[in-house]
Structures are given as C-alpha cells and as structure tokens.
C-alpha cells in the first residue's frame, strides 16, 4: 500500500508544483491520474520514487518512509517500484531479453551486471516475462528492431522483473496508435490484477482512463481536485479539472474508436475463417 500526506513540491523559484497531496492507494488498485499540462503529473509520479525530491511531506510504502531515506538505502526501496515511462527508456543497441533483464540491475553485482551474466534464475523469470507480454518470439530481438507497442510492452516487462510492490507508469500510450493504446491498457491491468500490484498511471487520455481505471484522480495546480471512480467524472468535474470544453464530442470520439476497432476485428476474423 502506497500513503501520501501533504506532499508538496516547490521550485527555487517559488512555483508549487505540487500542494499538499494526500493519498491511499491500496494493494492491487488502478489508479489513474489526469490533469491538464503542467498540473503536477509527473512531479507526482517522480516524487514519489524521489527522481524528484519532495519539499515536505510523507511517502509511505508499505511501512517504510521513503521520504527522509538517505543514499543508499533509497537504492535499496526503489527495488520495489517498477517505472514505466512514456518513451520506453529502452536501451536501444541491447536485445529486448537484455533490457528485460536491466530491472535486476539493483539485485546484481557490479561486474555481474558489467559483463551482464546474470543468475539462471533472473533469467528464467525474464523468459516467463516475455511470454507474458507477448514478446518471447523478439527475445534476441534488438530495442530499435520494435515498433512502439513491442518497445512499450519490454518497458513492462522489465519494470515487472524488479518484482516491484509498486508500478508508477508515465503516460504509457502517449505515442501509440489508439487500438495498441487500449492493448497496452488492458494488459497493464491485467498484470496488476494478476499480482494485487498498486499503480498510478499519469494518462492524458481522458476517454481511455473511464474505461480502464478502477479510480481516478485529478489534479490542477498540484492539487487533488477529484478522486473518485470514472462513473463520477461528470462533465462538470472535468470542467473543474481542465476548465471549459465539450465533453461531450470527446466521449463520440472515443466511442468511434472504440467502434471502428471492433469493426476492423470482425473484418480480420471474417478473412482468417
């Protein structure tokens, strides 16, 4: 379980980016987090793993305060939580069982990660991984040889192989296609259902997170404007959230998605018969 209490971050120059963030995320819950640009999003998500360090407050996961860690044993906590970023993070030249095997950097030696000889058993577990996100056949695969839902899906695989007790995902389909965007999604959510995995997820995609999110909150100007289920985010809390628009031509525009995919199933299933 992750708990946040007054998080605040302030910039040198006076900025808030985050005000006095409060938050439970229980095990096993999806949440995620919206907000206009600039909101406080990923100040969030990284504060909490202290990329970003916080100006006051508590980060709490599961009984341990990361919050006034020093050096050393932050290395050791942030074992526990699995980053997935927007732009995969990949390394590029290495094969995709070796980016898998990355997230076992901070459980290796120095010259076991050097000479990238790791135990059977990382490796077995990054195979099991691969099958899982559907990438076993790209194991010798280079990075840059993916297209961008394959390069995601490594990125979730890798962040799976710390074993992390917390997954932050920093807007995972910001650069795919809106069918791999829902693919993507839906195996995020399956993966944390599987393993009672909490995990916040900054998306930008307002129609996407009602569809998938079990809770949401938004956030604008680094405050908790809105925390409830997608049911609850009417109109006029998004109004709230991201100021005047229509709403509702953006939820047509979802559901057309949403239709035209199901459409091109069908058609492809019709072909293959």
Not at 83 to 97: G, K, P, S
Not at 215 to 233: K, N
């Amino acid at each position: 379980m992750l708990t946040l209490t007054d998080l605040t971050k302030t910039y040198r120059s006076g900025d808030k980016a985050l005000a006095e963030v409060s938050l439970t995320v229980p095990k096993g819950q999806v949440v995620g987090l919206i907000g206009p640009s600039g909101a406080g999003k990923s100040t969030l998500i990284r504060c909490i793993n202290r990329l970003v360090e916080p100006t006051s407050g508590k980060i709490i996961l599961s009984g341990t305060e990361l919050s006034g860690l020093g050096t050393r044993a932050l290395r050791r906590e942030r074992r526990r939580i699995g980053m997935i970023f927007q732009e995969y993070a990949l390394v590029e030249r290495l094969t995709v069982m070796e980016n898998v095997l990355s997230g076992r950097l901070g459980y290796v030696s120095f010259w076991q990660s050097f000479t990238r000889r790791f135990p059977p058993a990382d490796i077995e577990r990054a195979y099991r991984l691969l099958d899982r996100v559907g990438l076993m056949e790209h194991a010798d695969k280079r990075a840059d040889a993916l297209s961008g839902g394959q390069r995601q899906r490594v990125g979730i695989a890798r962040a799976l192989s710390q074993e992390p007790e917390l997954l932050l995902v920093d807007e995972p389909t910001a650069s795919l296609d809106p069918k791999t965007s829902r693919q993507i999604m839906r195996l995020l959510i399956e993966i944390c259902d599987e393993r009672g995995l909490p995990a916040i997820v900054n998306i930008h995609d307002v129609p996407l997170a009602q569809q998938f999110m079990q809770r949401i909150i938004g956030l604008r100007a680094g405050r908790v404007v809105f925390d409830g289920t997608p049911e609850q985010l009417t109109e006029s809390v998004l109004t709230t959230i991201y100021g005047a628009e229509d709403w509702t031509a953006m939820r047509k525009d979802g559901e057309a998605d949403r239709v035209a995919e199901a459409e091109a199933v069908a058609r492809l299933a019709m072909i293959s018969a």
